[in-house]
C-alpha cells in the first residue's frame, strides 16, 4: 500500500522522473520481497517488513513534501500576479505631485513584497534541491527541467502584474485600453467614451502666457515616468537560476567546516542545464525580458497616445483663452500714452471703459473646473488674473479720464486770471495800448469757444461719478468756481473797454509828427550809403576786409533806421493810419545794394583764398576735375549776383579773373593726364626748352604759368591725346598678362582618382581668340611702335599655349580609350605586351605632368613647363602607334572569325578570349 500511494503521488507531478532514483533504491530494497522472501521466511516482519515500511515513509514524506513546495510556489506566484505596482484611489483627484509621491512610496511595499515571495520560492527551491542533489545525473537533467519551469511560472506572474498595473494606468486615461489577455483594445467602463478626472493642472497666466501647473510636458514626464518605474519595480525579482544558486551556494558554505570537508564538492550545486533555443535569453534579467514584451509595449505605447490625446486636447482648451490675449499682451503704460496723444471723444472712453467691463462679466462666466479626458482643469488663478487686467485696464482709462478732465479745469481757471490780471493793466505808452487793445480784440473773440469748453467738461466728470471715480475734494471746489470766475472775467472785459477808449486820443497828435521827422532821416542814409559804399573795383586803395567793415556798419545804421519804422508803423496801425511811404521803399532798395554788395565782396573773398590754395599745391597733387568743378561754381554764382549788381565795377573785376582762370583749365587737364609717361614729359620739355621736374615739390601751378606753358597749349594737347591712345594698348597689354596670370586649368580627378584629366578647355580658347584679336588690332594703330616687342612676345607666347593644349587634349582623348582597354583587360596585355608596356610608360608620364599641374594649375606656367610641348608630342606618336598595334590585333581576330567583321572595335574587345 505505502508503495502504491508513492506512485500514485508521483503520477500527479509532470517531474516523475525526479523521483526515479528514489523509485530505484525502494525497488532494491523491496526486492527480495518479491524474489526470496515469504511470510513464512525467519524474521521476515521484523527485518525486512519494518525495514522497507520505513523505507517507503520517507520517500512518501519526501513526495508529499515535493507537493506542498509546488503548492506553495503557485500560490506565491499567483500572489505575484495579483500584486498591483500601482495604486490609484477611484473618484480621488490628486494635485500638484501628489500622485507621484504617492506611486513612489506604494512601489517602495511592491518592492518589499515581491522580495519576500521570491525569497520563499527560493527557500523552498533549495529545500528541494538538496533532497535531489545526490541522484543521478538523469535526476539532475530533470531538476534542471524543473527550475526552468518555476523560472516560467514566476516570470509569467510577473508579466501578469506588470501588464496588469499598466492597464489600470491606461483605464484612468483613455476611455479604451488593452485588455489584459490579449493586446487587443476594450473599452474601458461599459463603453463610455471619457474617463473620469484623477489628475488636476491649474491655468495660470505666468510670463505673459497662458500655461498650465504642472507644464504638459512636467504631466506626460510624469506618466511615463511612472509607467517606467512601475515596470522597472520587478527588478527586484532575480531569475530563479541565477537566485537558486547564489542561495544554494550560501547554504554550502554555512555547511562546510571551516577547515574544508572532502565532500564539500559534492555539496556545491548541479549546473542548470539551459535549453539551446533559450541560451540568449536565460542571460536576461525578468525585467529586461518583460520591458520588451509586445504586449507590455502595446499597453506602454497606448498610455502615451492616451496622454498625446490629452495633451492635444489641453491645447485646444488653452486657444480658448486667446481671445482674452489682449487684456496681457498690450502695453497698458504705451497703449494709455498713444491713446492720450489723439483727440477723443467722450464716448469713446464710454465704450473702451464699458467694453472692459464686459469683458470681466465674459471672464466671471467662463467654467471654473472643466474636466479634460482624464485632467480636471482648474482656471480659478487664470480668472483672478484676467480680471485684475481687466480692473487696470478700467483704472488706466479713468486715470486718464480724470487727468484730461482736470488738465482742462485748470487750464480754464488760468486763463480766467491771466487775462483778468492783464486787463486792469493801465496803457502809458502807444506799445501798451497796443497790447491792451489786442488783448481785448483776442479775449472778446474767445468767449464763445472759451464758453463751449464748459459743457464738455461737465460731462467728463458726470461720467467719472457713473464710474464710480472719487474726485479730490480740493479738484470739486475748482470745478465749482467756473461760473463765479467766467462771470468775473466778463465783468472785467466790460471796464477794460472804457479805459482804452479815453486812452486813444491822447496819444494820436505826438504819432503824425513822429512819421515826418522820419522820412527826413530815411532821405539822408539813402545818399550817405550811395556816396561812401565800396562800390568800386579793387585798384589797391580798399581791401577785401575794409570793405566788409564799410558794409557792416552801414547795416548797423539800416536797423536803427528799420526799428524806427517799425515802431511807428505800430502806432499808425493803432489809429487805422496808412503805414505805406516812399521812406519805406527807399529803406528795401538800400538794404538790396547793401546784400548785393556784400555777397559780391565775399565771392570776391573766396576767389582769392581759393586761387592762393591752388597755385601752392603740388601739380602732382591737383585734382583737375575739383578745379573746374569749384571754377564752374564761382561762375554761375557770378552770373546769377550779375542779374542786379552788372553796374558795379568789382562784379566786372572778378569775372574777368574767372573767365581767364577757365581758359586754361583746358592746358592743366592735358598736364594732369595720368597717360603721360617720362618720354612725354621730355618732349615737353624740349618743346619748351626749359628743363622742369614735373614730379618735383616745387613744381606748382603757379610754375606751369611761370615756365609759359601756357603759351605751347596745343602742343601739349596733342602731346596729351597721343598719350592717351598709347595708354590703351599698354591697358589691354596689361590686361592680357592679369587674364593669365589668374586663369587656370580646369582639373578633374579620372575614375578612381590615382589620375587627373582636363575637363574643358573652352574658356581658355575663348580667351585665347579674344587676346589674339586684341593683338591684331594693336599692330594695326599708328601708337603700337612704343609697345612693340611686347606684343610680338604675346603672339608668341599665346601661340605655343593654343598648340600645346591641342596636343594634350589630342593625347587625351587617345589615353582614356587606350586605358580602359590596357587597364582593364589582362587578355590584350598577354597578347600586345610590347604596347602594354609602351602605355605603362605613356600613363607614367601623363600622371607626373599632371600632378605637377594640380599643383600648379595656372595654364601660363603650366604649358611653359620644359620640354611639355615636346614630352606631349612624344606621347601622341607612342599612342598612334600602339592604336595602329591594336587595329593590327583586332584585324588578326576578324580574320580568324568572319562575322567579327559586323563588331565594331569596341564590341569586339569585349568578348573574353
Given at each position: 500500500r505505502d508503495?502504491?500511494?508513492?506512485?500514485?503521488?508521483?503520477?500527479?507531478?509532470?517531474?516523475k522522473r525526479l523521483f526515479m532514483e528514489k523509485i530505484r533504491s525502494l525497488d532494491l530494497r523491496m526486492h527480495p520481497g518479491f524474489s526470496k522472501l515469504t511470510w513464512a521466511s525467519a524474521n521476515v516482519v521484523e527485518f525486512f517488513v519494518k525495514e522497507a515500511r520505513r523505507h517507503a515513509t520517507d520517500i512518501n514524506k519526501v513526495v508529499a513534501d515535493f507537493r506542498d513546495s509546488i503548492n506553495q510556489i503557485e500560490r506565491n506566484c499567483?500572489?505575484?500576479?495579483?500584486?498591483?505596482l500601482v495604486h490609484i484611489r477611484r473618484k480621488v483627484v490628486y494635485k500638484d505631485r501628489a500622485f507621484e509621491k504617492k506611486q513612489e512610496r506604494h512601489r517602495v511595499k511592491v518592492r518589499e513584497t515581491l522580495t519576500r515571495l521570491h525569497q520563499e520560492i527560493m527557500t523552498i527551491m533549495a529545500n528541494a534541491y538538496f533532497v535531489f542533489k545526490s541522484d543521478t545525473p538523469e535526476v539532475k537533467a530533470e531538476w534542471n527541467n524543473f527550475v526552468i519551469k518555476v523560472d516560467k511560472m514566476v516570470e509569467s506572474a510577473l508579466r501578469q502584474t506588470v501588464k496588469a498595473s499598466l492597464l489600470e494606468i491606461a483605464r484612468c486615461i483613455i476611455a479604451t485600453a488593452p485588455s489584459a489577455s490579449s493586446s487587443s483594445s476594450v473599452v474601458v467602463g461599459g463603453g463610455a467614451t471619457e474617463v473620469p478626472p484623477f489628475l488636476q493642472v491649474n491655468v495660470v497666466l505666468e510670463l505673459q502666457r497662458v500655461t498650465l501647473q504642472p507644464s504638459l510636458e512636467e504631466l506626460v514626464v510624469m506618466v511615463s515616468m511612472?509607467?517606467?518605474?512601475?515596470?522597472?519595480?520587478?527588478?527586484?525579482?532575480?531569475?530563479i537560476e541565477t537566485a537558486l544558486a547564489d542561495t544554494i551556494k550560501a547554504r554550502t558554505a554555512s555547511d562546510i567546516p571551516a577547515d574544508g570537508d572532502a565532500n564539500a564538492e559534492a555539496l556545491a550545486p548541479a549546473p542548470v542545464a539551459t535549453p539551446v533555443s533559450s541560451s540568449s535569453r536565460s542571460k536576461l534579467t525578468f525585467y529586461e525580458i518583460i520591458a520588451k514584451?509586445?504586449?507590455?509595449?502595446?499597453?506602454f505605447s497606448d498610455i502615451l497616445n492616451g496622454m498625446k490625446g490629452a495633451t492635444d486636447r489641453l491645447t485646444h482648451y488653452l486657444l480658448n483663452w486667446d481671445k482674452y490675449k489682449h487684456l496681457w499682451e498690450l502695453d497698458k503704460d504705451a497703449f494709455i500714452r498713444r491713446y492720450a496723444k489723439t483727440v477723443r471723444p467722450l464716448s469713446s472712453f464710454e465704450m473702451d471703459i464699458l467694453k472692459q467691463q464686459e469683458t470681466q462679466l465674459a471672464i466671471e462666466?467662463?467654467?471654473?473646473?472643466?474636466?479634460?479626458?482624464?485632467?480636471?482643469?482648474?482656471?480659478?488663478?487664470?480668472?483672478?488674473?484676467?480680471?485684475a487686467h481687466c480692473a487696470s485696464w478700467v483704472n488706466k482709462f479713468t486715470g486718464l479720464l480724470n487727468s484730461q478732465a482736470l488738465t482742462e479745469l485748470r487750464s480754464l481757471h488760468d486763463l480766467f486770471e491771466q487775462n483778468i490780471m492783464q486787463l486792469k493793466v493801465q496803457p502809458k505808452n502807444l506799445d501798451m495800448l497796443k497790447q491792451s487793445i489786442d488783448l481785448l480784440k483776442q479775449i472778446q473773440d474767445d468767449l464763445p469757444r472759451i464758453e463751449a469748453r464748459f459743457e464738455p467738461l461737465h460731462l467728463q466728470y458726470r461720467l467719472l461719478d457713473r464710474l464710480d471715480v472719487q474726485i479730490p475734494p480740493d479738484e470739486a471746489q475748482l470745478l465749482e468756481s467756473i461760473a463765479p470766475q467766467w462771470a468775473a472775467l466778463r465783468q472785467v472785459l466790460v471796464e477794460a473797454d472804457q479805459v482804452v477808449r479815453s486812452r486813444k486820443e491822447r496819444f494820436k497828435a505826438d504819432l503824425v509828427k513822429q512819421q515826418k521827422d522820419f522820412q527826413s532821416a530815411v532821405t539822408a542814409f539813402r545818399e550817405e550809403v550811395m556816396a561812401k559804399a565800396p562800390f568800386s573795383t579793387l585798384d589797391g586803395t580798399i581791401t577785401v576786409d575794409d570793405a566788409l567793415d564799410s558794409i557792416t556798419e552801414f547795416r548797423r545804421q539800416y536797423s536803427l533806421v528799420r526799428e524806427k519804422e517799425t515802431k511807428l508803423n505800430s502806432g499808425l496801425a493803432i489809429f487805422g493810419m496808412d503805414t505805406t511811404s516812399t521812406s519805406s521803399k527807399e529803406i528795401s532798395i538800400t538794404l538790396r545794394d547793401l546784400d548785393l554788395l556784400e555777397k559780391m565782396w565775399m565771392l570776391t573773398d573766396e576767389w582769392n583764398k581759393a586761387w592762393v590754395d591752388w597755385k601752392t599745391i603740388r601739380f602732382a597733387n591737383l585734382n583737375c576735375q575739383d578745379l573746374e568743378s569749384e571754377a564752374s561754381k564761382f561762375q554761375k554764382r557770378l552770373v546769377k549776383l550779375g542779374r542786379d549788381i552788372k553796374h558795379m565795377e568789382v562784379w566786372a573785376s572778378l569775372k574777368d579773373r574767372i573767365d581767364q582762370f577757365k581758359a586754361t583749365l583746358p592746358l592743366i587737364l592735358d598736364l594732369k593726364n595720368p597717360a603721360l609717361r617720362a618720354r612725354h614729359w621730355a618732349q615737353v620739355q624740349e618743346d619748351v626748352g626749359k628743363p622742369f621736374n614735373p614730379e618735383a615739390d616745387d613744381f606748382t601751378l603757379e610754375s606751369v604759368f611761370a615756365l609759359g606753358l601756357d603759351q605751347f597749349h596745343e602742343t601739349i594737347a596733342q602731346l596729351s591725346l597721343s598719350a592717351t591712345k598709347e595708354l590703351a594698348i599698354e591697358e589691354s597689354l596689361r590686361n592680357i598678362e592679369e587674364q593669365w596670370a589668374d586663369l587656370n586649368l580646369d582639373l578633374v580627378p579620372h575614375k578612381d582618382g590615382g589620375h587627373y584629366r582636363l575637363r574643358s578647355c573652352e574658356e581658355i580658347f575663348q580667351v585665347l581668340e579674344d587676346n589674339q584679336v586684341t593683338l591684331s588690332t594693336m599692330k594695326a594703330s599708328r601708337f603700337f611702335f612704343a609697345f612693340e616687342q611686347q606684343v610680338e612676345y604675346w603672339e608668341r607666347t599665346l601661340s605655343h599655349i593654343l598648340e600645346t593644349i591641342e596636343i594634350m587634349l589630342q593625347v587625351q582623348r587617345q589615353w582614356r580609350y587606350l586605358e580602359n582597354i590596357f587597364v582593364g583587360s589582362e587578355d590584350i596585355r598577354?597578347?600586345?605586351?610590347?604596347?602594354?608596356?609602351?602605355?605603362?610608360?605613356?600613363?607614367?608620364?601623363?600622371r607626373g605632368v599632371f600632378d605637377k599641374l594640380v599643383k600648379d594649375p595656372n595654364v601660363l606656367r603650366g604649358t611653359k613647363q620644359d620640354g611639355l610641348f615636346e614630352?606631349?608630342?612624344?606621347?601622341?606618336?607612342?599612342?598612334e602607334k600602339i592604336q595602329k598595334s591594336l587595329d593590327q590585333y583586332l584585324e588578326t581576330k576578324r580574320m580568324f572569325f568572319p562575322r567579327f567583321y559586323f563588331l565594331s572595335n569596341d564590341d569586339l574587345l569585349e568578348i573574353p578570349g
Open positions: 508503495y502504491n500511494s508513492i506512485l500514485r503521488g508521483i503520477a500527479m507531478f509532470e517531474e499567483k500572489q505575484i500576479g495579483e500584486t498591483s511612472i509607467a517606467k518605474e512601475l515596470i522597472a519595480t520587478i527588478d527586484v525579482v532575480p531569475r514584451d509586445e504586449d507590455v509595449l502595446k499597453i462666466k467662463e467654467e471654473t473646473i472643466t474636466p479634460v479626458s482624464f485632467i480636471r482643469v482648474d482656471c480659478s488663478q487664470l480668472k483672478y488674473s484676467l480680471i598577354r597578347q600586345l605586351p610590347a604596347e602594354s608596356a609602351v602605355f605603362d610608360k605613356v600613363d607614367s608620364n601623363w614630352l606631349m608630342m612624344d606621347m601622341n606618336a607612342k599612342l
